[in-house]
């Protein structure tokens, strides 16, 4: 064992649990995880070395076999193709001399796809060595490639005033906050929170936490809109050694990107948001699952919580009470996946991020076998300002059954992309108003997996989770736009995705995926979308997740709100056959196959 991967094992105490922090450290030193570390790996940590290989492997922005010194990942997602990507793609690929999803001759360059890194509203937008570039044109690519070939890193392209990466003004010099509303409970400046958890700890037992953050009625922000005062009160009950809060900050669905903003310039709120989940709850560990993709928001983040240390408001005795919490950052690598609450611990637990089945729910049962709270970054947010100032005042916001406000991450064909704070009750046509989208024919909330509005027919329908129950993502597709090639991109995200361990989402979306290929290619048929309507309720009623049951979504509201889209495309059906099936086409496979088999025999 080289000393390298005993040190990294030493800085976890060998501890199986941390092998995604490991197998970073290792990819980081080294460039990658070569079967040597893999070896070293298992031994130190008494396992397989499968089963390291298996959570290596299932990661994105893991590598077992060199991907170059510089690693370059281009965001692909549909609003990404919407403002000059083709031309910026064409240029990175041309810059560094490799196609995509390979590495160049020189093994200096590593160039592949990634799905949405969460800056939809600055796209065309990429990664280099976890460090982001924005607003790319293909001057700006040839520029950052120069760059990197004479040298520098991209650290010092993207930093060339040296801020150190602690400071907001790093985060800031990459990357466009965008917030375009005035606040109405969220991104508060010059909080005292040190008062605020003061006043909370003194004049409040923990069942009184919860009963202001039930009276609140705030839901979940992340998309279940599950009652966090519920699930709080669950978690105070429940019996476990230990007890755990979990913010899930593993924003993946495409087009949002809220929760970026809220931890870079929101994040003590995020931090005070858990530890009054914990302080309800009756918990001493705090985990941050920050997505791979906000790896520049590590430093930062890691100087927050440290600022709460020093403070008094983390660690032992906290403001000289009983409370005893502490919060670490745990690094994803890629997998949308896990933004399912239980995949998510599953990568905590230094595992694949499978998602498990249920019950039993994490409540119960979470991280470790032991109850575990999970909540969205915008939930958390939101339960700070609660704990300050009351259910009441929160519940006077928005409408009866969805109380305070909603985060809105825009994106598409608007005037002006970027965070909106609205009240729920809020109708789509005055969201349109307020972004400058004047020409809007179609608009994606919640990302891929919620669901495609006309906005001629839903134009006066309200956010609120008895109406539109947005996550916070809202794409705007004018009339320009192919929406079929937008489905599309939206299927092909799912299957890339895809976990792959139930059958229906493995093999389903891939179906699905080729359906929609038939249509834009002008190969569709009636039989097409009867069997798309089948599969599609086979797909919901089966998948062992949110991602297998949301992958048909973007074609099923698409039939309903846009039938002429499908329609225009459909061609006749002669025969048993569909007209997608190209009988020279097979002939010629099996004949290619036939003869390589008698070949071979010979």
Same mark, same amino acid.
């Given at each position: 064992?080289?000393?390298?991967?005993?040190?990294?094992?030493?800085?976890?105490?060998?501890?199986?649990?941390?092998?995604?922090?490991?197998?970073?450290?290792?990819?980081?030193?080294?460039?990658?995880?070569?079967?040597?570390?893999?070896?070293?790996?298992?031994?130190?940590?008494?396992?397989?070395?499968?089963?390291?290989?298996?959570?290596?492997?299932?990661?994105?922005?893991?590598?077992?076999?060199?991907?170059?010194?510089?690693?370059?990942?281009?965001?692909?997602?549909?609003?990404?193709?919407?403002?000059?990507?083709?031309?910026?793609?064409?240029?990175?690929?041309?810059?560094?001399?490799?196609?995509?999803?390979?590495?160049?001759?020189?093994?200096?360059?590593?160039?592949?796809?990634? +799905?949405?890194?969460?800056?939809?509203?600055?796209?065309?937008?990429?990664?280099?060595?976890?460090?982001?570039?924005?607003?790319?044109?293909?001057?700006?690519?040839?520029?950052?490639?120069?760059?990197?070939?004479?040298?520098?890193?991209?650290?010092?392209?993207?930093?060339?005033?040296?801020?150190?990466?602690?400071?907001?003004?790093?985060?800031?010099?990459?990357?466009?906050?965008?917030?375009?509303?005035?606040?109405?409970?969220?991104?508060?400046?010059?909080?005292?929170?040190?008062?605020?958890?003061?006043?909370?700890?003194?004049?409040?037992?923990?069942?009184?936490?919860?009963?202001?953050?039930?009276?609140? +009625?705030?839901?979940?922000?992340?998309?279940?809109?599950?009652?966090?005062?519920?699930?709080?009160?669950?978690?105070?009950?429940?019996?476990?050694?230990?007890?755990?809060?979990?913010?899930?900050?593993?924003?993946?669905?495409?087009?949002?990107?809220?929760?970026?903003?809220?931890?870079?310039?929101?994040?003590?709120?995020?931090? !005070?948001?858990?530890?009054?989940?914990?302080?309800?709850?009756?918990?001493?560990?705090?985990?941050?699952?920050?997505?791979?993709?906000?790896?520049?928001?590590?430093?930062?983040?890691?100087?927050?919580?440290?600022?709460?240390?020093?403070?008094?408001?983390?660690?032992? +005795?906290?403001?000289?009470?009983?409370?005893?919490?502490?919060?670490?950052?745990?690094?994803?690598?890629?997998?949308?996946?896990?933004?399912?609450?239980?995949?998510?611990?599953?990568?905590?637990?230094?595992?694949?991020?499978?998602?498990?089945?249920?019950?039993?729910?994490?409540?119960?049962?979470?991280?470790?076998?032991?109850?575990?709270?999970?909540?969205?970054?915008?939930?958390?947010?939101?339960?700070?300002?609660?704990?300050?100032?009351?259910?009441?005042?929160?519940?006077?916001?928005?409408?009866?059954?969805?109380?305070?406000?909603?985060?809105?991450?825009?994106?598409?064909?608007?005037?002006?992309?970027?965070?909106?704070?609205?009240?729920?009750?809020?109708?789509?046509?005055?969201?349109?108003?307020?972004?400058?989208?004047?020409?809007?024919?179609?608009?994606?909330?919640?990302?891929?997996?919620?669901?495609?509005?006309?906005?001629?027919?839903?134009?006066?329908?309200?956010?609120?989770?008895?109406?539109?129950?947005?996550?916070?993502?809202?794409?705007?597709?004018?009339?320009?736009?192919?929406?079929?090639?937008?489905?599309?991109?939206?299927?092909?995200?799912?299957?890339?995705?895809?976990?792959?361990?139930?059958?229906?989402?493995?093999?389903?979306?891939?179906?699905?995926?080729?359906?929609?290929?038939?249509?834009?290619?002008?190969?569709?048929?009636?039989?097409?979308?009867?069997?798309?309507?089948?599969?599609?309720?086979? !797909?919901?009623?089966?998948?062992?997740?949110?991602?297998?049951?949301?992958?048909?979504?973007?074609?099923?509201?698409?039939?309903?709100?846009?039938?002429?889209?499908?329609?225009?495309?459909?061609?006749?059906?002669?025969?048993?056959?569909?007209?997608?099936?190209?009988?020279?086409?097979?002939?010629?496979?099996?004949?290619?196959?036939?003869?390589?088999?008698?070949?071979?025999?010979?």
């Amino acid at each position: 064992m080289n000393n390298e991967i005993q040190t990294i094992l030493s800085n976890y105490q060998s501890d199986r649990t941390r092998l995604m922090d490991m197998l970073w450290d290792v990819q980081l030193q080294q460039g990658y995880i070569s079967d040597e570390a893999i070896s070293s790996l298992a031994k130190g940590l008494e396992i397989a070395k499968d089963d390291v290989r298996e959570t290596l492997t299932f990661y994105h922005f893991f590598h077992d076999k060199p991907f170059g010194k510089h690693k370059v990942y281009l965001c692909d997602t549909t609003i990404a193709k919407m403002g000059g990507y083709d031309e910026v793609r064409d240029t990175l690929s041309k810059e560094i001399g490799t196609a995509f999803n390979s590495v160049d001759e020189t093994g200096v360059f590593g160039l592949g796809d990634a +799905n949405c890194i969460g800056l939809s509203d600055q796209e065309p937008a990429m990664m280099v060595d976890n460090v982001v570039f924005t607003k790319l044109t293909p001057a700006k690519v040839k520029d950052i490639i120069s760059g990197l070939k004479s040298g520098k890193t991209a650290e010092n392209i993207a930093n060339p005033e040296n801020i150190d990466s602690k400071e907001l003004a790093y985060v800031e010099n990459m990357v466009d906050a965008n917030i375009k509303t005035e606040s109405q409970v969220l991104f508060k400046a010059n909080r005292d929170y040190k008062s605020i958890l003061q006043t909370c700890l003194d004049k409040h037992i923990p069942e009184e936490v919860i009963e202001e953050i039930t009276l609140a +009625n705030l839901r979940g922000r992340g998309g279940a809109g599950f009652p966090t005062g519920m699930k709080w009160k669950f978690g105070r009950e429940a019996e476990g050694a230990e007890k755990y809060i979990i913010c899930n900050a593993d924003e993946g669905e495409p087009g949002t990107f809220k929760d970026r903003v809220l931890l870079s310039h929101s994040p003590k709120d995020v931090l !005070l948001g858990m530890i009054a989940a914990a302080y309800a709850v009756g918990s001493r560990h705090g985990i941050i699952y920050l997505r791979a993709e906000y790896w520049y928001l590590k430093d930062f983040l890691q100087q927050q919580i440290q600022d709460f240390r020093d403070e008094g408001l983390l660690g032992k +005795n906290i403001l000289g009470s009983k409370l005893e919490f502490d919060i670490r950052i745990q690094m994803g690598a890629g997998a949308y996946v896990c933004g399912d609450e239980t995949a998510l611990i599953e990568s905590c637990e230094g595992k694949r991020g499978t998602p498990r089945v249920k019950p039993p729910y994490p409540i119960n049962q979470g991280y470790l076998g032991m109850p575990t709270s999970v909540n969205n970054v915008e939930t958390l947010a939101a339960a700070s300002y609660i704990i300050e100032k009351g259910g009441d005042w929160y519940e006077e916001m928005g409408t009866d059954d969805s109380t305070g406000t909603r985060l809105l991450s825009v994106s598409g064909d608007c005037e002006n992309p970027g965070i909106y704070e609205i009240e729920w009750g809020t109708t789509l046509n005055e969201v349109l108003e307020m972004i400058g989208a004047k020409d809007a024919k179609a608009v994606q909330i919640s990302g891929p997996a919620g669901d495609t509005l006309s906005v001629k027919l839903d134009g006066e329908r309200e956010f609120c989770y008895s109406d539109l129950s947005c996550n916070g993502s809202l794409m705007v597709f004018n009339q320009s736009r192919d929406l079929l090639n937008v489905v599309r991109d939206f299927e092909k995200f799912f299957v890339e995705e895809s976990c792959g361990i139930c059958v229906p989402c493995r093999a389903g979306g891939v179906d699905l995926l080729h359906k929609m290929e038939r249509f834009i290619d002008g190969r569709g048929c009636q039989q097409d979308i009867e069997e798309i309507t089948t599969w599609s309720k086979l !797909l919901k009623g089966t998948s062992r997740c949110g991602l297998g049951t949301a992958a048909p979504n973007p074609i099923l509201a698409t039939l309903e709100k846009f039938p002429e889209i499908y329609q225009e495309k459909l061609v006749e059906q002669k025969g048993p056959l569909l007209p997608s099936f190209d009988m020279d086409d097979a002939l010629s496979a099996h004949e290619l196959a036939y003869k390589k088999l008698t070949q071979e025999e010979a």
